[in-house]
């Protein structure tokens, strides 16, 4: 993810010049010392920038439109320690395309009782100011995220950081490109979609390309470069030959790795950040991509299996999302495959043919290399391991003809009860909230994929935000869920979103 821009918050307080100018005084001083307390409290992502403050509707349409036009401003922080006319804000709120954060703190923690004046209470009245800034962006229907708390509480500021990681979906949305190698696999629906549409909403620009341009890149990549990947993948990772022989096991490794750099190549030069391909429609590759594929998400590329470029915009809108992120757990695509009904145990053994991203594996991960029983080319290798455990999220984006809805599950992801040494492909095993049945019913009756998009990193709440950004329908399945309602909450989006 090395090509992620350094972005920054702006940091805009409002007020007004009623109370004087010692009043304006304290105003600029409290959110400098505010900004500098953000920026060192090493829990926000990005850097926020300091603004002077506005009062006047010249100053705030001037300072949006700067916003507008700073390539390295990827949202605004709004916050009003006095009152502030919201009138004045209407003409730069108009104007004002990048996402925006209304930070309802206040400057002082506890009311100052022994010395609380009238000059104070007119200094610090968030409590107000904020209320009718807040009505404005209301009745604008201005999409926005609202932060209530105190600036030094480690709780608001990581709700900060939090929408931070959304600002930046929602900025980096409009510059993934999805390279078709495939079209989607013939007669399958949920893959399809309207791609004028999701340019549209998204800014995703999905484009074809015949497999064999992007055979031959791999076929021009040298034998040395192709070997001393190979070299990295058995320092990496463990050698699993099962019977096979070591030279001839190498052979198959080697067709992964010259893939993973002729793919990386072409991905480069022509500027795409993520990929779908589908195993009826290979060309000259010799092998299903897989091992390659595997590497390639890890180091940020979407992917999407038998054409679903859907799948892949959303992974690489995750793995964007959470980059660079402490402790980040990963994000991967994923399919559902095979259910435990067991009375208790039940859940979702989530895997693909080969195509799962190494960011979510925990322990060891072993090279495989088994018969892929669909398709008609050499068995491929590919990464085999487990995953992490613990609570994350499922999504699908479908198009229902008249729109995108994206459905959000919160899932609970669990190690298998017991080994699975016959399985040659990486797996994660989960239970959807609030429990299988009604979990599973819901993500029925909503239409969602088998194919997923998912990540332990990235909340619901974040992808919800980021959804109504782009204008689009999203339904939650998490630990809230009911049927009679969600199958009201499915009724509400066909009347809103026509
Ligand atoms: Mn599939």
Redesign the pocket.
Known sequence: MSEMKKYQFWFCTGSQDLYGDECLAHVAAHSKEMVEGLNKSGVLPFEIVWKPTLITNELIRKTFNEANNDPDCAGVITWMHTFSPAKSWILGLQEFRKPLLHLHTQYNEEIPYATMDMDFMNENQAAHGDREYAHILSRMRIERKVVVGFWKDSEVQKKIASWMRTAIGIMESSHIRVCRVADN?RNVAVTEGDKVEAQLKFGWEIDAYPVNEIAEAVAAVSASDTNALVDEYYSKYDICLEGRDPEEFKKHVAVQAQIEIGFERFLKEKNYQAIVTHFGDLGALKQLPGLAIQRLMEKGYGFG??G?WKVAAMVRLMKIMSAGMKDAKGSSML?DYTYNLVKGKEGIIQA??LEICPSISDGPIQIKCQPLSMGDREDPARLVFQSKTGAGIATSLIDLGNRFRLIIQDVECKKVEKPLPKLPTAINFWTPQPDFYTGTEAWLLAGGA??TAFSYDITAEQMGDWAAAMGIEAVFIDKNTNIRDFKKDLMLGEVFYR
């Open positions: 696999m299996a038998e679903d399919e693909h043919m088998h194919h």
